[in-house]
């Protein structure tokens, strides 16, 4: 399965597999899993679906890395006039973005304004703009950029990792500021010397952080807390620890990826649990897409069935 990794992470970085990939039916059959679609209306309709059940979205636009501080300005553009069709539609999506494709590493002044544009059209229909945490590289610099367009947008929420060594430290502050906080395991692949690599200590790590963010001090400071996971273990031990502290279901959300652990999502809004799907759509979806299998190599013989049978 390490085999399968490579072999995929490899994959996503193909020119040529980006290029014809998407025409072949059986990866648009079997992408549809993941990602509803490339389109923002497909990401609404998904909304829409999901909606029915109590879930709603959160939705982000797949992009590739900028090489123009312009192209900045397209994908802030992207997001304004998807808030638009939110407001048109009433669906109550919210919006996550990365920083560097505001134009963080071409000018974190630029990245500040796109980011203050997004959040005060997201503040006009009442919703929060989220931002995700990239790479270590950027942690620094994004958690810096949120506290400078946090003091002047409330709205504004950011994601912080569990599997940073640092990340105990970085909560404190964002406490304090009674910040909307996404806590999510951390994607990326760093060195020890900055991050958990063991799974355990990474889960560990995570509940002592969400426990954290449901502690009294957090909820009379202001924070909202968002479990970005699939963990049902961890998703069982928050939710226990919230019904115990007696919050309200509503003060806090579990997040989830569109397409995984459908049942856990469904059961959890069932349950009167606040429940967010992010859904990632656009044109950049195959390096996207390829990550995803690559987290979790089992997927590729679920691509491959719907491949073979065409379900
Ligand atoms: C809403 C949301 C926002 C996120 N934002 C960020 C961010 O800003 N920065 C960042 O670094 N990371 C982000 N992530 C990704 C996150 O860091 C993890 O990489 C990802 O969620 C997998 O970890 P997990 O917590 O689900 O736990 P895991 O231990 O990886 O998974 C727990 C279980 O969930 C299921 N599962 C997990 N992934 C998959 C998959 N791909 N396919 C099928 N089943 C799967 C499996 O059954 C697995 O056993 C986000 C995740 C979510 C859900």
Known sequence: MGLMRSVLLSASQSTWLREHAMKWPFVRRATRRFMP??????????????????????????????????????????????QERLRETGLRSEMSVKLTQLGLDQSADVAAANLERIAVSAAGIGRRVWVDMEGSAYTERTLELFRRVRARHANVGIAVQAYLRRTAGDLEPLIALGAAIRLVKGAYDEPARLAFRDRREVNESYLRLGRRMLSAEARAAGVFAAFGTHDHVLIEALATLADEAGLARGAYEFEMLYGIRRELQSRLAREGRRVRVLISYGEAWFPWYMRRLAEKPANVWFVMRNALGGG
Do not use: K, M, P, Q
């Not at 909606?51 to 797949?62: F, Y």
């Open 37 to 82: 679609g490339e389109s923002l209306d497909d990401a609404l309709a998904a909304t829409r679906e999901l909606e029915r059940e109590n879930i709603t979205t959160i939705l982000t636009h797949l992009g590739e890395n900028l090489t123009r501080v312009e192209e900045a300005s397209v994908v802030a553009e992207h997001y304004l006039n998807a």
